[in-house]
């Protein structure tokens, strides 16, 4: 291979993030060594550093120790142990891996959730011979809460136990019942020997019965942290770049989203719009910018912005409010006291806030809810801020990038903790509740889910009138009945004569049937249901409006397609003749427009398929997105 | 009739985003800080460092100087380059020489390579932050150079007396970094920490960053001394007996104090050569350092001392 050829083919590497836990002994050292040196990732020096480290301190007697190319602060190798949060760095043909290693200390919690929070996947060591840990149970809870959805749990030591595979299946088991109360898309269990090489780089012929790929072929296999270019446009401006007198730049990093020159931006708090006149980069302007990318744009009109304000589409714009709820890990020893001032840095916002009050601390070990005063370090709570004054941010679900905050000492200087918006607090709300405190339900949406062996989601089903929608989503709602799934079909049938059997078809009242239909969508998803929803929602808007409600991955928009012909061809309900007869007003496709979905998960085009295949087309969607288990 | 892929997710090659990383690092710091410095070494580091610098702040120059720690034992051809650059890229340059050590005749040969790097270095870097009194400096380190850098914050507190303390440094969370100081106190910062040296080369490649030419070879007048290849870069070098300067085809993977950084023995004359050298190395970068050759963690000693 020529090196021309080599440097492409890195080029075009991606990157995974992973972070390693386990307890003490697990053995993570030495797993993260044997990745590292069984990739190549090992130079000959190094390598002879850690064979003379190993007689002086090494734990494996004559043997090389490769847990010690991985510790590397003097004081842990005396201890044994690693202390803090490490960085190592491999790659392989296809991908490139950022390990964030991070230590087994109860005491630590705080770096398990600093090395968490830039990682998209976890591998969370077991000792075979202890089964599943106090701490396991709360790096797995960390994990979860810093929105890492895709789990690798490494079954090490398989041979202190005669690679027995009846307990690794219990291991597994006994991991899956507790994990159900967590929020992983995807759990990997596999068993290795990291000591000796066992499933790391290839299959172990020592446990042929374990058919699954070995850790090295899962890393290069997992999703990465989806680049939320799919979500809302945010850009917190970072720096304002005052080049000249007829140069004003607002330089930052896209959180999410993408935009594009011309397109009409808002300014948040201020609400002020103007449009994007350019999208500046030393390697010549763009046309557009997208989540993830540093750019620096400049705006059509002279407004007043500076570092820590937002841009963000006037259609689709964060929540803006002068407190939060969120939930907050503790990083130091003093304990969190309500009612004392902290500073937070939100995005590129910092500002000074207050706990009013902590509704509840989390039991990292059990997961229940308990009242205290004050939060202690390594402690996680639900806890409210004011705010100094209005800020703009979404959920951390949403949109990580303007959800989360660090929590900074005003005297000491110290990151002190960091917080995960859940919900913005709006002034009512907060009054009402001086004396309420909020209680998470105490079953959680995951588990009533897990329950029914199906995740949440929306299914909107979105087009003309006599598209097929209702067809479809009829179809589609018998199929998953008789697979055993629990769902709900919304449509006008049992809609439009109850619920909103007040609304007429004005612009407003349709605004408000969908976000009724929205919110009733968003109860039923809660209750851990498949819903299912068929109405022409012509309006992108208001889609929007209702995907915005649900959890990110559950909303699932479906063209259901047709041509306005065809639609009035069929003209199941002979409305489009009554409409063109000027028997109906604003009829959707005669003199209502329809606003097609611009990026819909699936689409269905009802002109060349079937009923039939398009529920085929649906139940292979769901299963790929798991959805449906 | 199509499934529409997941969103329209543009995926970002790992290069890519590290060079995003990277300016949002530098940015931060032009935002939070009121007296920010480059630190500038004239290595590959430095400068993709710098060039990330000028991306970030593009049209206009980078709103900091360059500072060159000098230890007056450079090769010639960085001091040529150094001053070259400073003045394509329109920034200012501030050059540091610890006078002190100067009047004693501090050198590598007289003194030794611990004494040496710690009055010329490591104290000369020390007076030249308290003398402009910086709050924060960039430096050009990896995390994958060395075990000790490995755990090492982007943003890396250092007390009044400018040390580190490796148990002690404040939780970095996401893109968040605290850049909150006292009076004296300064923040290190690392935007290519989480680089590896073929991440280097590789945008050294894309970008077209120009390079001292001491990374290419060419024959050069070397001596060997201690099973390490020394160019004779100028008369200061007291050869021993039998020592004389031969010319050899050489370059350097790293560059520091002539005396004290070694040769390798090399026929890559282009920096596709150099690349393609460097990926097939078996040993790694610090090797030709000799101030790294002391047992365990001498790194780790060094920088709790205040060494960059």
Same mark, same amino acid.
């Given at each position: #291979?020529?090196?021309?050829?080599?440097?492409?083919? =890195?080029?075009?590497?991606?990157?995974?993030? +992973?972070?390693?836990?386990?307890?003490?002994?697990?053995?993570?050292?030495?797993?993260?060594?044997?990745? &590292?040196?069984?990739?190549?990732?090992?130079?000959?020096?190094?390598?002879? *550093?850690?064979?003379?480290?190993?007689?002086?301190?090494?734990?494996?007697?004559?043997?090389?120790?490769?847990?010690?190319?991985?510790?590397?602060?003097?004081?842990?190798?005396?201890?044994?142990?690693? !202390?803090?949060?490490?960085?190592?760095?491999?790659?392989?043909?296809?991908?490139?891996?950022?390990?964030?290693?991070?230590?087994? =200390?109860?005491?630590?919690?705080?770096? #398990?959730?600093?090395?968490?929070?830039? *990682?998209?996947?976890?591998?969370?060591?077991?000792?075979?011979?202890?089964?599943?840990?106090?701490?396991?149970?709360?790096?797995?809870?960390?994990?979860?809460?810093?929105?890492?959805?895709?789990?690798?749990?490494?079954?090490?030591? #398989?041979?202190?136990?005669?690679?027995?595979?009846?307990?690794?299946?219990? !291991?597994?088991?006994?991991?899956?019942?507790?994990?159900?109360?967590?929020?992983? *898309?995807? !759990?990997?269990?596999?068993?290795?020997?990291?000591? =000796?090489?066992?499933?790391?780089?290839?299959?172990?012929?020592? #446990?042929?019965?374990?058919?699954?790929?070995?850790?090295?072929? &899962?890393?290069?296999?997992?999703?990465?942290?989806?680049?939320?270019?799919?979500?809302?446009?945010? +850009?917190?401006?970072?720096?304002?770049?005052?080049?000249?007198?007829?140069?004003?730049?607002?330089?930052?990093?896209?959180?999410?989203?993408?935009?594009?020159?011309?397109?009409?931006?808002m300014v948040v708090p201020s609400g002020r719009q103007t449009e994007v006149a350019g999208i500046v980069c030393f390697d010549g302007n763009r046309e557009r910018a997208t989540a993830g990318e540093a750019v620096t744009l400049t705006l059509t009109d002279e407004i007043d912005i500076s570092r820590g304000d937002m841009l963000v589409r006037p259609d689709a714009r964060p929540r803006v409010a002068e407190a939060l709820d969120a939930r907050v890990v503790w990083m130091v020893d003093q304990p969190l006291l309500t009612g004392r001032q902290y500073d937070i840095k939100l995005g590129t916002r910092t500002m000074s806030a207050t706990p009013e009050l902590i509704h509840h601390r989390i039991d990292v070990n059990t997961l229940e809810h308990q009242h205290v005063e004050q939060l202690d370090l390594n402690e996680i709570a639900l806890v409210r801020w004011r705010l100094s004054a209005p800020a703009a941010f979404d959920s951390y679900r949403t949109c990580p990038a303007t959800g989360a905050f660090v929590i900074i000492d005003r005297i000491s200087n110290l990151t002190v903790g960091a917080g995960m918006v859940v919900r913005p607090v709006t002034d009512s709300l907060a009054d009402k509740s001086q004396n309420v405190v909020w209680h998470e339900h105490r079953i959680a949406k995951s588990q009533r889910a897990g329950q029914k062996s199906q995740r949440p989601a929306v299914l909107w089903f979105t087009g003309l009138s006599g598209a097929g929608k209702s067809s479809v989503a009829n179809a589609l709602e018998m199929a998953l009945f008789q697979r055993g799934y629990h769902s709900y079909l919304l449509d006008g049938d049992n809609v439009r004569h109850g619920l909103n059997r007040d609304l007429g078809f004005t612009d407003e009242d349709r605004v408000e049937n969908i976000r009724r239909i929205g919110e009733v969508a968003r109860l039923m998803a809660d209750a851990g249901l498949v819903v299912l929803s068929a109405f022409i929602s012509p309006f992108r808007a208001d889609r929007a409006m209702v995907r915005e409600l649900m959890e990110p991955g559950e909303f699932v928009e479906i063209h259901v397609q047709a041509s306005l012909e065809t639609c009035e061809s069929r003209d199941p309900k002979g409305l489009y003749a009554r409409a063109r007869a000027g028997a109906i007003r604003n009829f959707t496709g005669i003199d209502s427009p329809y606003e097609a979905p611009e990026k819909p998960e699936v689409i269905l085009d009802t002109e060349t398929l079937s009923i039939e295949e398009c529920v085929d087309v649906l139940l292979d969607y769901l299963k790929s997105r798991r959805i449906l288990v | 009739m199509s499934v529409a892929s997941q969103g329209a997710a543009t995926r970002m090659s790992h290069l890519a985003m590290l060079e995003a990383e990277a300016i949002h690092i530098i940015r931060e710091v032009a935002a939070e800080f009121t007296r920010p410095v480059m630190l500038y070494s004239v290595g590959k580091d430095s400068g993709v460092m710098l060039h990330l610098a000028r991306k970030a702040f593009y049209p206009a120059p980078p709103p900091f100087p360059l500072l060159h720690v000098d230890t007056t034992w450079k090769f010639r051809a960085m001091y040529e380059f150094r001053d070259r650059i400073a003045a394509e890229v329109g920034m200012e340059l501030l050059v540091h020489i610890n006078q002190d050590g100067v009047a004693q005749g501090v050198g590598p040969f007289s003194h030794g390579s611990r004494v040496h790097t710690d009055i010329m270095k490591t104290q000369s870097l020390k007076q030249a932050l308290d003398k402009y009194g910086f709050d924060a400096a960039f430096g050009g380190a990896r995390r994958d150079e060395e075990r000790s850098r490995a755990k090492e914050r982007v943003f890396s507190f250092r007390d009044r007396q400018h040390a580190w303390d490796p148990k002690n440094q404040r939780p970095e969370l996401w893109n968040l970094y605290n850049g909150r100081v006292q009076k004296g106190e300064s923040i290190r910062v690392f935007p290519l920490s989480n680089w590896t040296e073929l991440d280097i080369w590789q945008y050294i490649y894309q970008e077209d960053i120009p390079m001292v030419p001491l990374y290419f070879a060419a024959e050069r007048p070397v001596v060997e001394r201690d099973g390490m290849l020394l160019m004779v870069d100028d008369g200061r070098i007291p050869l021993q007996p039998g020592e004389r300067p031969r010319p050899r085809m050489v370059r350097f993977r790293t560059l520091g104090c002539w005396p004290l950084t070694g040769a390798v023995e090399s026929t890559a004359t282009t920096l596709l050569d150099v690349i393609e050298e460097t990926i097939q190395v078996k040993h790694s970068e610090r090797q030709g350092r000799a101030i790294d050759q002391d047992v365990g963690a001498s790194m780790e000693e060094k920088k709790r001392q205040g060494y960059f």
């Open positions: #291979m020529s090196i021309e050829t080599l440097l492409q083919e =890195h080029a075009e590497k991606d990157l995974l993030r +992973f972070i390693t836990c386990g307890s003490v002994d697990d053995g993570k050292s030495t797993l993260i060594g044997r990745l &590292l040196f069984d990739s190549r990732q090992v130079y000959e020096d190094q390598l002879s *550093a850690v064979e003379r480290d190993s007689r002086k301190w090494g734990t494996q007697g004559e043997a090389t120790d490769l847990a010690l190319l991985v510790d590397g602060l003097q004081s842990e190798r005396e201890q044994g142990i690693t !202390i803090d949060v490490a960085y190592r760095y491999f790659s392989t043909p296809t991908r490139k891996f950022i390990i964030a290693d991070t230590p087994g =200390h109860e005491q630590y919690t705080r770096n #398990m959730a600093t090395g968490a929070s830039t *990682a998209d996947a976890a591998v969370i060591l077991v000792d075979a011979r202890r089964g599943l840990q106090t701490q396991t149970r709360r790096h797995s809870f960390i994990v979860s809460l810093l929105g890492i959805e895709q789990v690798v749990v490494a079954i090490n030591k #398989m041979d202190l136990v005669d690679y027995d595979q009846a307990r690794f299946e219990n !291991i597994c088991a006994d991991y899956q019942a507790f994990a159900d109360k967590l929020d992983f *898309a995807a !759990i990997h269990c596999l068993p290795v020997v990291a000591l =000796h090489g066992d499933n790391m780089l290839e299959q172990s012929d020592r #446990m042929p019965w374990y058919q699954g790929p070995p850790l090295l072929g &899962l890393l290069e296999s997992l999703p990465t942290r989806q680049q939320r270019s799919d979500g809302q446009f945010r +850009f917190p401006v970072q720096y304002v770049n005052r080049h000249s007198s007829d140069f004003r730049g607002f330089a930052g990093t896209v959180a999410s989203g993408q935009i594009e020159l011309g397109e009409r931006v | -």
